[in-house]
Nanobody
Framework: EVQLEESGGGLVQTGGSLRLSCQAS????????VGWFRQAPEKEREGVSSISRSYGSAYVADSVKGRFTISRDNAKNTVYLQMNSLKPEDTAVYYCAADHQQWNPNIPHLPRFWGRGTQVTVSS
């Protein structure tokens, strides 16, 4: 059974930072592109960032470009999302996802595997 378990969410003030982690199990991690989505209350889920299987490329949504950085550690089956200069509009549930093909977060995509999400709340 494939499992993606997010951690690292929480409450932070505007301008603060958080680092999300997603631990994968039940799959050959380096066979998959991985990344992050988010869903704010009463809004559609949107792509945030993705990273290819072999660290070759990372896509970042226009809304977070310059503030969020994705990385992965294949030895630990883990993908990270470093979030800096957080804004209240970044408040959302953040989901980890995995798929064989990397996706552009600025284009709608539905990865094969999903985590359950972790809440990020940015106070003004």
């Amino acid at each position: 059974e494939v499992q993606l378990e997010e951690s690292g969410g929480g409450l932070v003030q505007t301008g603060g930072s958080l680092r999300l982690s997603c631990q994968a199990s039940g799959l050959t991690f380096d066979d998959y592109a991985v990344g992050w989505f988010r869903q704010a209350p009463e809004k559609e889920r949107e792509g945030v960032s993705s990273i290819s299987r072999s660290y070759g490329s990372a896509y970042v949504a226009d809304s977070v470009k310059g503030r969020f950085t994705i990385s992965r550690d294949n030895a630990k089956n883990t993908v990270y999302l470093q979030m800096n200069s957080l804004k209240p509009e970044d408040t959302a549930v953040y989901y980890c996802a995995a798929d064989h093909q990397q996706w552009n977060p600025n284009i709608p995509h539905l990865p094969r595997f999903w985590g359950r999400g972790t809440q990020v709340t940015v106070s003004s």
